[in-house]
């Protein structure tokens, strides 16, 4: 298994050359948030989405 600084600097360099530091944290961002989310989703860590619709609504508007 690679180490976290590995797995980044792959993403890294699979950005177009001419990438912006915002472009590229944003990618770096986003590839982490779904690695959350999937092992969220592994673990049972997930609501529906009726629960999900529920909790908004109790939202203060």
Same mark, same amino acid.
């Given at each position: $298994?690679? #180490?976290?600084?590995?797995? $980044?600097?792959? =993403? %890294?360099?699979?950005?177009? &050359? &001419?990438? #912006?530091? &915002?472009? =590229? @944290?944003?990618? @770096?961002?986003? =590839? *982490?948030?779904?690695? *959350?989310?999937?092992? &969220?989703? /592994?673990?049972? *860590? #997930? %609501?529906?989405?009726?629960? @999900?619709? /529920?909790? =908004?609504?109790?939202?203060?508007?």
């Amino acid at each position: $298994m690679n #180490t976290a600084k590995e797995e $980044m600097a792959k =993403i %890294i360099e699979e950005q177009p &050359d &001419d990438s #912006t530091y &915002d472009e =590229i @944290l944003r990618e @770096l961002a986003f =590839i *982490r948030m779904v690695e *959350r989310g999937l092992a &969220d989703s /592994k673990a049972n *860590r #997930t %609501i529906s989405n009726e629960e @999900l619709k /529920k909790r =908004i609504k109790a939202w203060p508007k």
